[in-house]
């Protein structure tokens, strides 16, 4: 993997990873918010072909950046948001992308 950024967001959290499976987040318009800060990584997939585009979408989310890519079509995702209602809309924003066909959660870090 290549590293894209030379200052990587430093998110003081344990590097211990965590996987979690997630079918979806529901309706989260009725949730309350109490969430201060929201970090989570993800590993997307995408058709070599498609890297450039893809990146290029990622990255005009406001809460995401993307680290590391490889030549394969494998991006590392961050997510750094205020709340979960940011979070999870971001989340659910890449995951709906053309040709992103993989985006696997791999640590979330919640602080009230």
Request: charged share 20%.
């Amino acid at each position: 993997m290549r590293q894209l950024t030379e200052n990587n967001r430093a998110t003081g959290t344990n590097p211990v990873i965590t996987a979690t499976v997630n079918n979806g987040f529901g309706n989260y318009d009725n949730m309350t918010d109490d969430t201060q800060l929201f970090i989570s990584s993800h590993i997307a997939q995408t058709p070599p072909e498609h890297l450039e585009e893809t990146l290029r979408a990622i990255m005009e989310h406001p809460h995401a950046d993307v680290p590391m890519v490889d030549d394969k079509g494998k991006l590392v995702v961050l997510v750094d948001a205020p709340t979960s209602k940011d979070a999870i809309r971001t989340i659910e924003s890449i995951q709906s992308l053309a040709n992103v066909y993989s985006f696997t959660p791999v640590y979330q870090h919640e602080e009230v």
